[in-house]
C-alpha cells in the first residue's frame, strides 16, 4: 500500500533534531517505508542524516509518502509528528 | 577573559577564567584533563583479502556503540525525557545510511582503513551540513561528530576515559563532552565540568543541567591551561573558575558544600509535609521557572505549584517568534505536569527594544529606548504587539484545559491596561467558542504588582482581577528608583526598606479586602530572613527557586502564626532597613534556633 499527501510544515523550528528523530522511529514501528520529497530530492525518513540535510523549514511544502501494509496510518502519524511542536514529550501512538 | 601564555604552568593562586555557566552549582575540586588523541584518522591501504575483515570490524565498532547507547539509555530515570530524546537521536545517527553504508563503501572502494573511511564519510556530512542556513540544525552537527568520536574509540579499542573511575571527586576538563559521556558521570566522582567547545543550547549543556551536574563551557585553551591535578572552584552559574583558590576560599565553598549536604537530607523529609505553621496556618509555597525542563524539579523538592512561569524562553529560542502551536505545547505540558496544582503564567514580559532587535525587518526606531526599564516593555508591548499578545493568550487558554491556569499580566501600573487586555481577552474567547475550542472555565487572571502605582490603586485594582502577584524585584527598583545593575548606587537596594514592607502590606489588605489571594515571587520569598515577616503579612502564596522550597519549608513548619504576625508589626513598625534587620536578628535565631544557629 501507499499513501502519499503534500503538507506544509508547521513546527516553528522546522524538522529538526527531535522531529527527524520521531519520524524514524514511527516508521520503524509502523513497519513502512516513510520518504520526504522536497523540490527535486527524495530522502527516506530511516536517514536521520538526510532529512536533517535538507534543513526543512517551516511553512515549506513537502511531499510525505509512505509505503507498506500500515501506510495510511504512518502518514496520518507523520502529519502529527511534523505539525507537533518542539518540546512535547508525548510521542504520538504507534 | 584571561588568556596567559599557553606554557605558563606557573597560573598564580586565585586567577580566573570566564566561560559560560551553563549548569549552576559551586564545586572545588583536582581536574582531571582528558585529551583526545589526534592520530587516529591515519591511513593504511588494505590487502584485498583484508577488506571484509576491516568492514566487520567498523561494523563491530558501530554495533558496540549502538549497545552502549542502548544500556545507558534502559538505565535512565523516566524523567530525564530530553536526555532519551537525545539519546534516540544518536542511536539513528549511528544506523544512519550516511555514516555507516557510506564508511563501508569507502573502505570497500578504496581499500582504506575503516577510521581513514569514516574520517571521509564525516567530512562528506560536515560538508552538506555546513550547507545548511538554518543554525539549529547545522549545530546539530557535533551531535554527529560525537557518536562518530565514539566509534573512533571503539576501533582503537579505547574504552571510556576516567569518567567513574576515579575514588577522589572530580572536574573533568576535555574539549568537549558528548551528552552520554555527560550521562556517564551521573553518580560518579565526577562533580563538574568544563569543556573548550560548547554553548547553552547544547545537547551536552542540556543533560547537565537536568542532572544538576555543575557545567562551564566555552574557556578556550582550557585543555592547555589546566594540568591534572590543579586545584579550581568551579561555578557553573556565573561561569567562572578559579585557580589554585585561596584556602580560605576553598574552605567556604567546602564548608558551603557540607552544609548544603547536611542540609539536603535533613530537609528531604519536608518535602511531602504540608507547609503549614504548627497552628495550621497555611501558606502555599510554589515555584518561579522559565523552562519546562525544570519541572522535575519542581516535583523533586515539593512545591505545590508555579507561582511564577516566566514565558520568555519560546520567545527567545528561535529565529521567530514561536506560533500558537508551539505555545500551546508547552503550556500544555506544563499545566498537565503541574495538575491539580495550579500554574501561574506571566505573558511576555520583555523590553521591545531587546525583542525586536532579534527578530529585525521592522520597528527600526524602537532600537534606542532612552529608559528601557521605564519604556516599552511587558505589558505595554503586548499591547503594542497585539498580534503577539493574541497568539500568547489563544495558547494560554486553549492549554487551560490541561490544569489549573492563572494568567500573570506584568508591569499592570493604571487600569486602562487592564480593561485593554480584558477586551482583549473576551475578543479571544469568543473567537476560540466560534472555533469550537474549549477552554477551562476557572481560569484567573491576575496581575503583578510591581509598580508603585498599582501599590496605591491596590483596592481599585483588586476589584478588577482574581489575584495579586507582588513582584519584589521590580517594586524595590522602581519605587526606591534603584538599578541594581549600577554599582555606585547598588547598595541602596535594600529589600527591607520599611517603603517596599509597607506596600508589601497594603497590597496585601487591598486583596484580601475584596477576597482575592496575594502571592509573592521575588528573591525575598525565599530568603529565611524575609520569608517570616511576609509570612507575617499574611501573604497566601509564595513563590520561589524550586531547590529553596523545603528550607522554607520547614521555617514555616516551625513557626506559630501568632508570632510571625508580630514579627511583621515590629518590622513595618521600623524607621529603617537597619533596624529591621536587628529586630529579625534578634528575634529569629531566637524563635526558630534550627535554622539560624549558624548566625
Known amino acids: ?94 | 577573559m584571561t588568556h596567559p601564555d599557553k606554557e605558563d604552568n606557573q597560573i598564580p593562586s586565585g586567577r580566573s577564567l570566564q566561560g559560560i555557566g551553563v549548569s549552576p552549582g559551586i564545586v572545588a575540586a583536582t581536574v582531571v584533563v582528558l585529551k583526545r588523541q589526534t592520530l587516529r584518522t591515519g591511513w593504511y591501504h588494505l590487502p584485498a583479502d583484508h577488506i571484509e575483515k576491516e568492514v566487520d570490524r567498523f561494523a563491530g565498532a558501530i554495533k558496540a556503540a549502538g549497545d552502549e547507547l542502548l544500556h545507558l539509555r534502559e538505565k535512565l530515570a523516566d524523567d530525564l525525557a530530553d536526555a532519551l530524546s537525545i539519546i534516540d537521536s544518536h542511536l539513528l545517527m549511528l544506523k544512519d545510511r550516511m555514516m555507516v553504508e557510506r564508511t563501508m563503501a569507502l573502505i570497500r572502494h578504496n581499500n582504506v582503513n575503516a577510521e581513514w573511511a569514516l574520517t571521509q564519510a564525516l567530512s562528506e556530512i560536515k560538508e552538506r551540513f555546513d550547507r545548511i542556513d538554518d543554525p539549529y540544525i547545522r549545530e546539530r552537527f557535533a551531535d554527529i561528530k560525537h557518536v562518530a568520536d565514539r566509534v573512533f574509540d571503539l576501533l582503537s579499542g579505547r574504552e571510556h576515559g576516567p569518567l567513574s573511575g576515579e575514588d577522589q571527586p572530580v572536574i573533568l576538563v576535555a574539549n568537549d563532552f558528548s551528552p552520554e559521556d555527560t550521562l556517564r558521570m551521573q553518580a560518579s566522582s565526577v562533580h563538574g565540568f568544563l569543556t573548550e567547545k560548547g554553548g547553552i543550547t547544547s545537547h551536552t549543556a542540556i543533560v547537565a543541567r537536568s542532572l544538576g551536574l555543575p557545567a562551564v563551557v566555552g574557556i578556550e585553551h582550557a585543555t592547555s591551561l589546566l594540568t591534572t591535578g590543579d586545584l579550581i572552584i568551579l561555578d557553573g552559574g556565573s561561569g567562572r573558575i578559579t585557580l589554585h583558590p585561596e584556602p580560605e576560599e576553598l574552605q567556604r565553598v567546602q564548608e558551603g558544600n557540607r552544609q548544603d549536604r547536611l542540609l539536603a537530607e535533613e530537609l528531604e523529609q519536608y518535602i511531602h509535609l504540608v507547609s503549614e505553621t504548627v497552628d495550621g496556618f497555611t501558606v502555599r509555597l510554589s515555584a518561579n521557572i522559565e523552562t519546562l525542563g525544570e519541572l522535575p524539579a519542581v516535583l523533586r523538592f515539593g512545591s505545590e505549584g508555579i507561582g511564577l512561569f516566566r514565558s520568555e524562553f519560546d520567545y527567545f529560542n528561535g529565529r521567530r517568534p514561536p506560533s500558537e502551536e508551539q505555545l500551546l505545547s508547552t503550556y500544555q505540558q506544563l499545566l498537565a505536569t503541574m495538575a491539580p496544582y495550579p500554574v501561574t503564567v506571566r505573558t511576555l514580559d520583555v523590553g521591545g527594544d531587546k525583542f525586536l532587535n532579534r527578530f529585525p525587518g521592522n520597528k527600526a526606531w524602537l532600537d534606542r529606548e532612552r529608559n528601557p526599564a521605564l519604556g516599552l516593555r511587558s505589558i505595554r508591548f503586548s499591547l503594542y504587539e497585539r498580534d503577539l499578545f493574541r497568539s500568547q493568550l489563544r495558547a494560554l487558554l486553549r492549554a487551560s484545559v490541561h490544569g489549573r491556569l492563572r494568567i500573570l499580566l506584568p508591569l499592570i501600573s493604571a487600569p486602562v491596561e487592564l480593561r485593554q487586555v480584558k477586551a482583549i481577552v473576551a475578543e479571544v474567547l469568543a473567537e476560540l467558542a466560534g472555533e469550537g475550542l474549549p477552554v477551562a472555565e476557572d481560569v484567573e487572571i491576575g496581575m503583578m504588582v510591581e509598580v508603585p502605582s498599582a501599590v496605591v490603586m491596590a483596592d481599585v485594582f483588586a476589584a478588577e482581577v482574581d489575584f495579586f502577584a507582588i513582584g519584589t524585584n521590580d517594586l524595590i527598583q522602581y519605587s526606591l528608583a534603584i538599578d541594581r545593575g549600577n554599582q555606585y548606587v547598588a547598595h541602596l537596594y535594600e529589600p527591607f526598606h520599611p517603603a517596599v514592607l509597607r506596600m508589601i502590606q497594603q497590597t496585601v489588605e487591598a486583596g484580601h479586602a475584596r477576597n482575592i489571594p496575594v502571592s509573592l515571587c521575588g528573591e525575598m520569598a525565599g530568603d529565611p530572613l524575609c520569608a517570616p515577616v511576609l509570612m507575617g503579612m499574611g501573604l497566601d502564596e509564595l513563590s520561589m527557586r524550586p531547590a529553596v522550597v523545603p528550607r522554607i519549608k520547614r521555617l514555616l513548619r516551625h513557626c506559630r502564626s501568632e508570632e510571625l504576625r508580630r514579627i511583621a508589626q515590629q518590622a513595618l513598625q521600623c524607621g529603617d532597613s537597619d533596624q529591621v534587620r536587628d529586630l529579625l536578628a534578634r528575634q529569629l535565631p531566637h524563635l526558630y534556633p534550627r535554622e539560624f544557629y549558624q548566625g
Open chain 1, 1 to 94: 500500500m501507499r499513501a502519499e499527501q503534500v503538507v506544509v510544515i508547521g513546527n516553528e523550528r522546522g524538522i529538526h533534531g527531535r522531529v527527524a528523530t520521531r519520524l524514524a522511529g514511527m516508521a520503524a514501528s509502523h513497519g513502512v517505508h516513510l520518504f520526504l520529497r522536497h523540490g527535486e530530492e527524495t530522502v527516506e525518513c530511516s536517514s536521520i542524516l538526510d532529512v536533517l540535510a535538507l534543513a526543512l523549514a517551516r511553512g515549506t511544502a513537502v511531499g510525505l509518502v509512505a509505503e507498506g501494509a500500515q501506510a495510511e496510518s504512518a502518514l496520518a502519524a507523520a502529519i502529527e509528528i511534523i505539525n507537533a511542536q518542539d518540546d512535547s514529550d508525548h510521542d504520538p501512538p504507534g
